[in-house]
């Protein structure tokens, strides 16, 4: 008689590597002052945090700072700390302020000016929240906040009045109350678990968590809205994914904004997740001087698209308190869908969205297409401009 074939669900060996021709568009992140710190703690994520840039003095032996920053280092700490992990550091351009990835972490002083439009709670996250941790605002899904922390303090974070504050930490009980609320509204269907930064919990709190939320059976997603791969990628282990794969499906949201911040880490962090099963997407946030122009987004998406992660919003930045000098127009967010839809994929044209203050929630802001419509006759335009007729029946 012949043998049972062995069961087909046991994880592959070794995952399948991307041809040498991708991962070769995808250089390593630099060193800087940390050229002679061995791979084994470079690599090790607890080092990154351990290591982390929170002071002025640690700031200045890796860039040239300029008397606006060394003034704001000092002039925001007790508003928004101060945290950069060295991988993030070393990615920084030491004698150019206008880097990218210097503007979204290094305070400079526009952050002490408050526009007569800042908001405390820009999105009204705070109104609609039926207990402390879980914001409830549209029909069948939930934002849920597990922790306040995050291995970068992005200048720009719409979360700001929490994040990096200690005494707001999601408590255990605060996370096990919101995890009853779940249980208990059946309309709730998809969970995003954000934060701070989801990942600054440990595997075994994760665990437990995403265990929790697969037990309850009207709980289809759940979502992990991360900037780890951006900041520290080294964050997604092999034990993580390993970890993941027993609760797929798993979406995993992150925060590129620029294509400086794909590197070579980044990719080897999105393989694993996307090797593991996960489903990526990208939700940009736009702000002056990163990233307002076509060009950068095309560049970027198309970035993404090669790590497997889907671009999926672009945000106009909001009205959070100390960061209009980050705001654009709304009119540069449509500038940049009409430049990107027909040029390039679809696949790399997100959604651009504004989330409206005061909790409208997130309003879909599009280039006019639709030129005219009287009764079944419509006149739409095309990416180059022409304008077509259609007739409805
Ligand atoms: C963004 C957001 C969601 C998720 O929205 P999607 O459009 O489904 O990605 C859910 N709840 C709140 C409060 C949000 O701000
Ligand atoms: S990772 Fe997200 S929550 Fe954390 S500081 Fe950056 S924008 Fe804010």
Not at 311 to 322: F, R, V
Not at 323 to 340: D, K, M, N, P
Request: net charge neutral; glycine share 6%; charged share 25%.
């Amino acid at each position: 008689m012949a043998t049972l074939p062995m069961m087909q669900d046991e994880i592959p060996a070794a995952d399948p590597r991307p041809a040498a021709g991708i991962t070769g568009r995808f250089p390593p992140g630099p060193r800087s002052v940390w050229a002679s710190v061995p791979d084994s703690q470079w690599n090790d994520w607890h080092w990154q945090q351990r290591e982390r840039i929170t002071r002025v003095d640690q700031l200045e032996k890796v860039i040239r700072l300029t008397d606006d920053e060394r003034q704001a280092a000092v002039e925001t700490e007790k508003d928004f700390h101060m945290g950069i992990t060295p991988y993030y550091a070393a990615l920084m351009d030491p004698d150019d302020p206008r880097c990218p990835v210097r503007l979204q972490s290094v305070p400079t002083m526009g952050e002490t000016i408050v526009a007569a439009a800042d908001l405390e709670d820009p999105l009204g996250e705070d109104r609609d929240m039926p207990v402390p941790g879980i914001t409830h605002r549209y029909p069948d899904r939930v934002l849920f906040y597990v922790t306040h922390n995050c291995p970068v303090y992005c200048r720009h974070c719409t979360r700001k009045r929490k994040v990096a504050d200690p005494s707001s930490a999601a408590a255990r009980k605060q996370v096990e109350d919101g995890l009853d609320y779940i249980a208990l509204h059946p309309e709730i269907r998809d969970v995003v678990i954000s934060g701070g930064d989801p990942l600054s919990l440990s595997d075994d709190r994760l665990d437990h968590i995403l265990g929790r939320l697969r037990a309850i059976p009207h709980v289809e997603i759940f979502r992990l809205g991360t900037r780890n791969l951006v900041t520290l990628p080294q964050r997604v282990t092999d034990d993580f994914v390993h970890m993941l794969r027993r609760h797929q499906p798993v979406y995993v949201n992150t925060h590129f904004n620029h294509p400086k911040e794909c590197t070579a880490e980044a990719f080897e962090a999105a393989r694993r997740l996307a090797d593991a099963g996960c489903s990526l997407g990208n939700q940009m946030v736009l702000l002056k001087g990163v990233n307002d122009d076509p060009r950068t987004v095309m560049e970027l998406n198309h970035k993404l698209l090669l790590m497997r992660i889907r671009p999926y919003y672009i945000y106009q930045c909001d009205l959070a308190k100390g960061i209009s000098h980050f705001r654009t127009t709304v009119e540069a967010g449509r500038r940049i869908i009409r430049s990107l839809r027909g040029f390039t994929s679809g696949l790399a044209v997100p959604h651009f969205v504004v989330d409206a203050p005061d909790g409208g929630g997130k309003i879909p802001v599009n280039p006019d297409y639709v030129i005219r419509h009287e009764g079944k006759k419509w006149v739409f335009r095309n990416f180059q401009g022409k304008d077509y007729t259609y007739f409805e029946p």
